[in-house]
């Protein structure tokens, strides 16, 4: 394949899933500036190692690159401190269904869920991305984000525990979980 | 089950992710156990919520503009084009224009795969409103399956899906892509799914979900040889377990 050849076959493969890259890199990087950089990164990356797409799921495979950008761009750029542990400890029950009329009331509200977002942990924040946003399956997710599926199950329970709490807890001020 | 292995399922569960023996269990619980019913509930109403269009971020024009600029042939000329006399600037003042005009035309152009799509959803909405669902009416798939014969020159794998929660109502010929295809026809409640099958070259693929066309999800995979679409209004995550039921998987 000449590079004419390559760089249109790329064009109509893997730029179709920009807004997806960016989408990801935007909730990633917590801002417009970062996310356009690690995007950016991220394309041309793909574009380097275009001849080793194999797969079906450009957009699959598009989404890991941009996720291994964006790591390599936080290790980087942000003290180490930022990164969060996470241990995949059991979950504990909890009663949120208490909660349950005020979190309705709070679901419309598009600013608010915004912010219980981008609140989350960055390895919470990126399944629930991949999932609610993406639409992939967990197996999907687990390969992407290569972890198992069992770890992606208790992130995303765990994920949307917390955003539960925080949008219970807007409304109260001082109950923060 | 109890509450405690309710509320660790029940997330897998909306998603469309449980296996047949939890999602019977946690149905059961959830019919009894109101605290968890409205725990689940909650998380219905959540993932809702993150579905909404306003929090997805597009990419911006100028990211768009850094990647044309960036994904360019070396070879191609970079002379700015003010340089020479005034009849070159006019006529590259033209040609940008009609470039533009093609560009935003072509990018606005479905790829074949989404021309396929809609042909799929348009075929799906005409039998329903021709309230022409099928041309076979039979739960039973040894009736459904001989009937293609001679029909077609493929015969179509048939399965009643009815333990899974998608009985199989019927099927019927129907014309796509310039040949002629099975549709098999299921219920699930009162949605209806239509199942496109043909022969097809391509390899095995994994259910792919494109975006979805007038409010239908539609959901393509390929194996055995054969290529499948289902098309219907339920949601991402039923028409996945759908197809993962009839296996796509």
């Known amino acids: ?43 041309l990356r793909a574009l380097r190692f275009f001849g080793t797409f194999r797969g079906d799921n450009a957009r699959a495979w598009l989404l ?6 964006f790591y390599t761009w936080l290790r980087k750029n942000r003290p180490p401190e930022n990164v969060v542990e996470l241990g995949d400890e059991v979950l504990a029950v909890e009663d949120v269904s208490a909660n349950a009329e005020v979190l309705n009331s709070r679901l419309g509200d598009t600013e608010t ?11 919470f924040r990126e399944i629930v991305i991949l999932r609610e946003m993406e639409g992939f399956s967990y197996k999907e997710i687990a390969e992407l984000a290569d972890v198992p599926i069992g770890t992606v199950m208790s992130r995303l329970t765990r994920a949307r525990r917390q955003l539960q709490k925080r949008l219970a807890g807007e409304f109260k001020p001082g109950a923060i979980p | 089950m109890n509450c405690e ?32 019913a409205l725990a689940f509930c909650n998380v219905q109403n959540l993932k809702k919520s993150l579905k909404q269009d306003s929090l997805f971020f597009s990419a911006p024009e100028e990211l768009r503009q850094k990647l044309k600029a960036e994904l360019r042939l070396p070879a191609e000329s970079r002379r700015p084009f003010w340089t020479g006399n005034w009849l070159v ?43 022409h669902e099928m041309d076979v009416a039979s739960s039973d798939q040894h009736t459904v399956k001989p009937w293609f014969d001679g029909k077609l020159d493929f015969s179509p794998p048939v399965k009643d899906l009815a333990p899974q929660g998608f009985p199989l109502i019927g099927g019927r010929l129907d014309y796509l892509g310039n040949r002629a295809v099975a549709a098999l026809v299921f219920h699930r409640y009162k949605h209806v799914i239509n199942l496109f099958i043909w022969p097809t070259n391509e390899s095995d ?24 679409w289902a098309v219907s209004d339920l949601n991402e995550e039923e028409l996945m377990e759908f197809a993962g039921d009839f296996g796509a998987n």
């Open chain 2, 89 to 131: 600037t006019a006529t590259t003042g033209i040609a940008v224009i009609c470039l533009a005009l093609w560009l935003s035309l072509a990018l606005t152009r479905p790829s074949p795969q989404r021309q396929l799509a809609q042909e799929i959803v348009s075929s799906h909405i005409r039998s329903l409103m021709a309230n």
């Open chain 2, 205 to 228: 693929s994994k259910p792919a979900v494109p975006a979805p066309i007038n409010g239908y999800n539609v959901i393509h995979w390929s194996r055995g040889g054969m290529t499948f």
């Open chain 1, 113 to 123: 869920i915004r912010r219980a977002i981008e609140e989350l942990p960055v390895e």
């Open chain 1, 64 to 69: 890991t690159i941009v996720r291994n950008t």
């Open chain 2, 5 to 36: 292995q309710a509320r660790l399922l029940m997330d897998s569960y909306a998603d469309g992710e449980l296996d047949a023996t939890g999602i019977l269990e946690l149905e059961k619980h959830l019919h009894d156990c109101p605290a968890c």
């Open chain 1, 1 to 43: 394949m000449d590079e004419r050849e390559r760089l249109k076959s790329f064009e109509q493969t893997v730029l179709p899933h920009l807004d997806a890259a960016y989408n990801l890199a935007r909730w990633l990087a917590g801002n417009d500036h970062d996310a356009q950089d690690v995007a950016q990164e991220a394309c």
